[in-house]
């Protein structure tokens, strides 16, 4: 059954993301950033009073509580059951099973399901992935990931900080912290970028904070599928560090560094020649970051733009799905949330074992 | 006469912005961005189908091409008059004697109105504005500001480019050529932070590109109020610069210096003592720059969420006037506007003298 | 007559740089660097005991005290007379007169005379300098120079320094403070770079410390030969700078930046391309800047080592001479000391006319 | 028995680093670059007719050829049985059983016997240093040290180019390929900052340039004696890397990064506040690295200068020693060079037995 959506505002509902939270607006902002949707209705909260308070700060038309004694997986198998395609942040699920078990569900109902690896919007990471896939780089050789953060440097989840709390919550957050946290995100891009799965990882987690039953740091080797080797290190008591993903990536002919943290440049090196700064908005940038793209070159988007160019993506699915025309994809889908689970749990045996390779 | 503006969203229309200006969406994304206004109706361009497409492609509720003869002042005239509330993208108006009558208007209608000079909504450079006029930079006594693009630096306009060409048509951009374009944001910016009025200018403005009647380039030398000395430079043949509007002010105690083009630092110099890397989304940034926030430290916020930060202020304000409050302001005003086209009249006089000193 | 020093280091000899200065020992370490020259004798104060204690610290065989009641241009003028090529610090005499007379005396003499502008020693520089020659930037059209420090920003020169006291007293500085201490190399580099006479100033100097005769802050436009036009800025009361040069050209094809600061990098703008990172060392650097580098790239090399680069030609050019061959040049010459005096002359004019345009 | 050293310049000579080589000279620009020392002899080519013409280039007095069939060691091993004190560069012997000889020796003769770990040099280091052992940073958690160049992707050593021709050879370089080029390197300088030895490592090298005998790239995490993490990874087929020598140090309280490539500026990143941008010859610098600088702060100090700080501490100790005093330190010594070696074994065991984990 296909719905005429060519002349309206697509309508999104949120589950979570009530005050306290930053991700709810996030998506709020990122949803409707190129004035193709709007959300309109919300279970923002498990409590009652948060989920109608966050729900009338939005204007929302209609506020819900009914979902709040439900797990993440419940709450995203109920709207796919009832044909209603899902946005859903990650970590995807609790754990590897349930993972398996929502991509039976969504393979079932052929419905957009789309995961907000958010760093994947950038235009700038996705010119990175098109000089790769065109072989501009050549055969890839060395990856070096790493997201570091500072801000559980201390003990916060004993601060009162619900953010704090919950990634280091093992009831909440599962078997990982930092590499389910951030260390996922890192996983991501470098296969986003690369194409390249990785095969076999080596990791050693630590939990510096006292206490701390979750890992807040973790060092990895890694063998990619080509016979490429990388490194990954995400950290969140790197003292004074903000959000520092980035990702280098050597091949035989010529390698990339791109910042999240100063997002719209993409430096190309190459050897014998100087370095090019290749800068989002720019003539020369492939399709894939023209259209991630809204203002002239040097007028800085961020995160809350890349974020929005996930949904941009899913959007236009949407559309297409409405008029019966298949998805064209782009975004991380719930493979891509599989992929990140079952990264989190090789890493973590790796971890447990003493620091040994483990196949994926 | 109060209303009730609480417990909705409010609604905004839009003049001009059409499809193939980038600016109209700007304005769209900014006034929406935080889920407090809604643009609903728009005459977005004087082409009555470029009109309806515009309109149709934002699923406007209501689309008029009704003010496609007037000039920019009459329409933010015509709303004033009819008691509307009005944002106005800068150039304010075509010269001088209109922003003069302009302010008179506003002055009598008791209504809000703001100019876009959006560059003031960087959280960085709300933190800068605060630094100055706490102290901690002492007395200012040398400014730089620079304003570099490269984007005219071949005759565009004679290619069909409508965004060259307008600006580098006297008949619609009045006497000013980049200095009107881009100058008139440095003068703005220099004055927000510095909290000092310009005294005395003496300009040196070129059309570098043959044929072109307006200045692409501008060399000035300035003295503030308080003894300050100060360059302006701007260029639209700087070849290979995007946007790159970048201050530096230095006081008797500390240094200042902020890049737009990495709008979320700030660069605090002390004599003899490590510079300072000042962060947006910090805890040690001033409330207003706080405010100005909308993500972790880290998270890259750009040009849309400052152009969306002037309208927060805008749309407080509105919602006080709703609620029979004073404005708060924060956000550049028709004081402003005034200023502006006063620096252009007398950068011109300037420069057409020989470049000698004009008192403003 | 020629003199075989093809088999042995040449000799060289050093007036003032005694202890308690800085640049006494950058000119030894700088003549000395490549092992081709070694300072044997000075006469390195006015004050006997520092020029023998100066001298004995660095094992010299032979000590003078008899310049100690001349002034600089009677030193060079009594080598000179004496058939001893000289390299002459900057600024190279006290007034333009005097500037003239050293003209006259080298043209009649026909021996080596240097004077040590030392940015020009860089590779990056010269590298610019070939860039623009060979037409890479096209026709210059604007050019805009800074050289910003903070280190006069207080009353120094009362606190003992004799650094700051004589560059502050016009008795032994002339008519120039900042202009002619660091002003004067952003005139000759830009000169070096662009291979353009400056045609026009018009300049607002301000002595910003209270009691300093001598300006600290400058600004000024230029007009160049070609019609070019242009800004340099220099400051000693920058808040926090250190040794801030850095020179901006823009021409019809395309960019250029250098910063002393990170010297061995050079910036090459190119509109709708992405900007290329030109580093010292590397295989595509022009056969001036290789011939300026001593190590693999990525192995900085800094402010000794563009002295030293002077002194190398200047040394070759000795052994030249010695050959009874033509020199080849490439380092400035006594004409750029009479430029730079010049310019301090049209400078302090124009700004002393309240800011007007002076023809040079 | 005492020499009287105090009033004449040391004298010194060189083995190796012959026309060809970019090391020798770096060892003579250092030894002699302070005007405390001089190169007067050379044996500085097995090959007589290059070791003639090498000690020409340098006017040197004397030359030899006489060692020219010895290995490393045996020369050391020589000077050091005639009482002469020696600056060994890095690898300081073929293999571990060498270095433990050595070690022997040195004891024996009580003579000093530095190895040019050369990065200890830079002031930024040795304050980086300071700040860590003054518990500036607090614990130490997490160290990331990468060391990547490029200039070995290809294939060279098969092109004629002697200095890749040894470094991949085993029977001139024994077991280690990067790892010993620039990983020990990279090895020294984290144990130099921080004062704390590597436990254990595990490492994946790899030779990714076909039928290369020895690694050109290595990853490896580490574990130091106090419960602190890390990573090193260093490359020679990092396509467009220079001398790319990277250091972070994370700990309780602070954060510090520094890079080879700009070497005058050291971060200090701490949770909560601005990060802090320290700079070398600033008056807030540790006097160890006030010791280092030889000029004022902006004026740029790179590579030689590092080396020649190197030698600046030997040649005071020489002094000491001629003086009868006890020497000061502060520059690697022959535990540095027995560590070294210990390092390149323990690497290659773990990689070779699959990336285990292998204890120091």
Same mark, same amino acid.
């Given at each position: 059954?296909?719905?005429?959506?060519?002349?309206?505002?697509?309508?999104?509902? $949120?589950?979570?993301?009530?005050?306290?939270? =930053?991700?709810?607006?996030?998506?709020? &902002?990122?949803?409707?950033?190129?004035?193709?949707?709007?959300?309109?209705?919300?279970?923002?909260?498990?409590?009652?009073?948060? %989920?109608?308070?966050?729900?009338?700060?939005?204007?929302?038309?209609?506020?819900?509580?009914?979902?709040?004694?439900?797990?993440? !997986?419940?709450?995203?198998?109920?709207?796919?059951?009832?044909? &209603?395609?899902?946005?859903?942040?990650?970590?995807?699920? =609790?754990?590897?099973?349930?993972?398996?078990?929502? #991509?039976?569900?969504?393979?079932?109902?052929?419905?957009?399901? %789309?995961?907000?690896?958010?760093? !994947?919007?950038?235009?700038?990471?996705?010119?990175?992935?098109?000089?790769?896939?065109?072989? %501009?780089?050549?055969?890839?050789?060395?990856?070096? #990931?790493?997201?570091?953060?500072?801000?559980?440097?201390?003990?916060?989840?004993? !601060?009162?900080?619900?953010?704090?709390?919950?990634?280091?919550?093992?009831?909440?957050?599962?078997?990982? *912290?930092?590499?389910?946290? &951030?260390?996922?995100?890192?996983?991501?891009?470098?296969?986003?970028?690369?194409?390249?799965?990785?095969?076999?990882?080596?990791?050693?987690?630590?939990?510096?904070?006292?206490?701390?039953?979750?890992?807040?740091?973790?060092?990895?080797?890694?063998?990619?599928?080509?016979?490429?080797?990388?490194?990954?290190?995400?950290?969140?008591?790197?003292?004074?560090?903000?959000?520092?993903?980035?990702?280098?990536?050597?091949?035989?002919?010529?390698?990339?560094?791109?910042?999240?943290?100063?997002?719209? !440049?993409?430096?190309?090196?190459?050897?014998?020649?100087?370095?090019?700064?290749?800068?989002?908005?720019?003539?020369?940038?492939?399709?894939? %970051?023209?259209?991630?793209?809204?203002?002239?070159?040097?007028?800085?988007?961020?995160?809350?733009?890349?974020?929005?160019?996930?949904?941009?993506?899913? &959007?236009?699915? $949407?559309?297409?799905?409405?008029? *019966?025309?298949?998805?064209? *994809?782009?975004?991380?889908?719930?493979?891509? *949330?599989?992929?990140?689970?079952?990264?989190?749990?090789?890493? #973590?045996?790796?971890?447990?074992?003493?620091?040994?390779?483990?196949?994926?």
């Amino acid at each position: 059954m296909t719905q005429d959506l060519s002349r309206r505002k697509l309508r999104a509902g $949120i589950v979570g993301g009530g005050q306290g939270s =930053f991700i709810g607006a996030v998506h709020r &902002i990122a949803v409707e950033l190129d004035g193709q949707a709007e959300v309109v209705a919300g279970a923002m909260s498990a409590d009652a009073g948060r %989920a109608e308070s966050s729900a009338r700060a939005w204007y929302l038309q209609r506020s819900y509580t009914s979902y709040r004694d439900m797990a993440l !997986t419940e709450v995203v198998r109920a709207f796919l059951e009832q044909g &209603i395609h899902v946005v859903c942040d990650k970590p995807m699920t =609790f754990n590897l099973e349930e993972a398996r078990e929502l #991509v039976q569900l969504v393979e079932q109902k052929k419905l957009i399901f %789309a995961l907000t690896h958010n760093y !994947t919007g950038y235009p700038a990471v996705r010119h990175a992935r098109h000089l790769v896939s065109s072989g %501009a780089i050549g055969t890839v050789r060395k990856v070096l #990931v790493e997201y570091l953060q500072g801000w559980l440097m201390e003990p916060e989840e004993n !601060t009162g900080n619900k953010q704090a709390a919950w990634r280091t919550d093992p009831s909440k957050s599962g078997i990982a *912290g930092s590499i389910g946290d &951030i260390g996922t995100h890192g996983e991501n891009l470098l296969e986003y970028i690369t194409g390249l799965k990785i095969k076999q990882v080596c990791a050693d987690l630590t939990a510096f904070v006292e206490n701390r039953q979750l890992d807040d740091d973790a060092n990895m080797l890694l063998r990619l599928e080509n016979g490429a080797k990388g490194i990954l290190t995400c950290s969140q008591i790197a003292a004074g560090e903000e959000n520092g993903l980035v990702i280098r990536v050597y091949g035989t002919q010529a390698g990339l560094e791109w910042h999240q943290m100063e997002p719209n !440049t993409l430096i190309l090196k190459q050897q014998g020649q100087p370095s090019q700064v290749l800068r989002a908005g720019q003539p020369y940038m492939s399709p894939e %970051a023209q259209a991630a793209t809204r203002l002239p070159a040097g007028h800085p988007e961020g995160f809350l733009e890349a974020f929005a160019n996930v949904y941009k993506l899913v &959007i236009a699915d $949407i559309r297409r799905s409405g008029a *019966g025309e298949a998805p064209l *994809g782009g975004y991380p889908t719930v493979y891509d *949330g599989l992929r990140g689970m079952n990264f989190i749990v090789k890493v #973590v045996e790796s971890s447990q074992k003493g620091g040994v390779w483990v196949d994926f």
